[in-house]
């Protein structure tokens, strides 16, 4: 005969409340997801067919007067939607960074009630930033370099973002060869533009990594190491 004891009402209920709302937050993770993969994919169809449009142009105009105001027109509309989508992926990366935090505090939540299934778990219970590394499958020791630039260009943001920065290019490109320059100007002029472009979202990247809630403190820290 088993010897068992079973849960008490109290905990029990306690942890249907847990699961479901660890549930709800992966539904949420996974509709973050989908419309991050989504804002991308709308942004480079836009992109694809104003390209596709300016070659047909190009091909009636000849490179002309027309040309150069269509195009440049064209391209700066895609560079704002441009902005505007990194603008939303940077803020569906705080969401899920956010839904992170809570599947950490709800797994806190499960160790309390039963400490016996730390060993069974290999995403953390910790609310703070290693904790969430950890949940995320980033390396702890790369926390110091999440707002790097290296890290920045694997990200979505990033890799859109200098996407869009060479589409600020071939504007400051553009606009210098409606004027008449010559072609070194001309590639100084998208080169700056570019950089300038690329400077400028790469600097409000870091600023949206390093600005997280308050709402967002750490309320369950993991340990601290000693020091090496």
Do not use: C
């Not at 990033?158 to 072609?183: C, E, Q, T, W, Y």
């Not at 070194?184 to 870091?206: E, N, P, Q, R, T």
């Amino acid at each position: 005969m088993s010897t068992e004891i079973p849960p008490r009402p109290i905990e029990s209920g306690a942890l249907q409340i847990l699961a479901t709302e660890h549930w709800s937050l992966l539904a949420t993770r996974a509709l973050t997801y989908q419309e991050s993969l989504g804002r991308v994919n709308m942004f480079l169809t836009i992109l694809s067919g104003a390209v596709i449009a300016l070659a047909l142009v190009a091909q009636a105009d000849r490179f002309g007067p027309a040309f150069f105001a269509i195009a440049i027109f064209m391209l700066a509309v895609v560079f704002l939607v441009g902005v505007f989508t990194v603008a939303r992926l940077m803020a569906l990366n705080r969401d899920d960074f956010r839904w992170v935090l809570g599947m950490n505090r709800l797994r806190n939540a499960y160790l309390d009630l039963h400490p016996e299934l730390e060993p069974h778990f290999t995403t953390s219970p910790y609310d703070d930033l290693p904790g969430a590394l950890q949940t995320l499958g980033v390396e702890t020791s790369g926390a110091d370099r999440l707002g790097s630039m290296f890290h920045g260009l694997q990200t979505l943001p990033g890799m859109l973002s200098l996407i869009v920065a060479a589409v600020g290019g071939a504007i400051g490109g553009l606009i210098a060869a409606g004027f008449g320059a010559p072609a070194g100007i001309v590639l100084l002029s998208g080169i700056a533009a570019f950089v300038l472009a690329a400077v400028g979202m790469g600097y409000w990247g870091s600023r949206s990594v390093r600005r997280l809630s308050p709402g967002l403190a750490a309320r369950f820290p993991g340990p601290r190491k000693p020091p090496t």
